[in-house]
């Protein structure tokens, strides 16, 4: 029996971004029809990339102006547009936007949840994902009426598979949340341009940095490698940098394809977050440090001087 999935997009200034491809490869299987829900811009825009990746149906789901960033009233939307298209499956990204809304949605459908999945077996109804700091991997059956998982970003490389997709509109603009009210949004003066979950290469900073003032090293080292900022908690909790910067079991969990680890001494909590990279490269003064064991290359040097030198050969080409 043909099951539709549903694929919750995750757009950055209407364009749409890379990972979504990820999570749209991963929601391909036999006698499935995919179902693109586009919240934030006109599906006309995305259309052409969708299609390239077997997207068949569109969804633009209208909001009214004032109630696009309220989450109650996006999840509400998306639960009305579930039942509407008959979908058994709900695909979103566990990214700062799928950790509020995902679970919304499966307590309001009493769903069964799970995030940071990086496998998922439509027809079995099983994903996987690690626990116990990436120690071990789960297996999990899920047995409700209709499945909400949430998919690692950068967890697979994307697939495409052309195709035609039509677009259907879906007026929600009549959605109200009595007890819940926007007041405020906005993003944090440090935060990064890119996207730490779903960044290519991160670049990241522990106790070696020594103070804020020397993560701006990083951050002009990261213009120039289209990279991400991240973190370790000790520079987190000394107030350096941002909570949202922080990679580790407690921070964000993370699978760039290159991850530069500078001055980070690679405790196992900061290793969960950061394992699945595809290639690990350290800076560190310690040649004991427990990060040169769980890498592919390393500098026993001071990321305060490699960092800048790095930046100056990248200036000039």
């Known amino acids: 029996m043909m099951k539709n999935i549903g694929i919750i997009i995750e757009l950055d200034n209407k364009r749409i971004k890379e990972t979504n491809f990820v999570m749209i490869t991963m929601a391909r299987a036999r006698d499935t029809r995919l179902f693109a829900f586009v919240m934030d811009a006109y599906a006309a825009g995305v259309k052409e990339d969708l299609e390239s990746f077997g997207i068949t149906n569109i969804v633009e789901i209208g909001l009214a102006p004032d109630q696009q960033n309220n989450p109650v009233i ?41 995030m940071d999945c990086f496998y998922v077996d439509i027809e079995q109804k099983r994903v996987k994902t690690s626990q116990y700091s990436g120690k071990t991997i789960a297996t999990i059956q899920l047995k409700g009426e209709i499945p909400v998982v ?54 990241a900073g522990g106790r070696g940095m020594k103070n804020s003032e020397n993560f701006t090293l990083l951050s002009q080292c990261a213009e120039r ?27 964000e969990k993370v699978s760039p394809k290159v991850y530069i680890a500078c001055g980070i001494s690679g405790s196992i909590q900061h290793f969960a977050g950061m394992k699945t990279s595809g290639m690990v490269i350290a800076i560190n003064t310690d040649e004991n440090a427990a990060i040169l064991s769980n890498c592919d ?17 990248l200036d000039n080409g």
Do not use: C, H
Request: glycine residues 6%; hydrophobic residues 50%.
């Open 74 to 114: 996006r999840a509400k939307a998306m639960i009305n547009a579930i039942k509407e298209f008959n979908i058994s499956m709900v695909f979103g990204l566990s990214s700062a936007k799928g950790k509020d809304l995902l679970p919304r949605i499966a307590a309001l459908i009493d769903a069964p949840l799970v």
């Open 150 to 203: 949430g998919i690692r970003p950068n967890a697979i490389e994307p697939i495409k598979a052309q195709a035609f997709a039509r677009v259907l509109k879906f007026d929600s603009s009549n959605l109200a949340a009595k007890d819940f009210r926007v007041i405020k949004s906005g993003g944090s003066d440090k935060a990064t341009n890119i996207n730490l979950s779903e960044a290519d290469v991160i670049i």
């Open 225 to 251: 490698l289209n990279a991400a900022v991240g973190a370790s908690r000790v520079a987190v909790d000394s107030g350096w940098v941002p909570y949202s910067m922080q990679v580790g079991q407690t921070g």
């Open 297 to 313: 290359y390393y500098a026993v040097a001071d990321a305060l001087e490699i960092i800048p030198k790095l930046t100056k050969i």
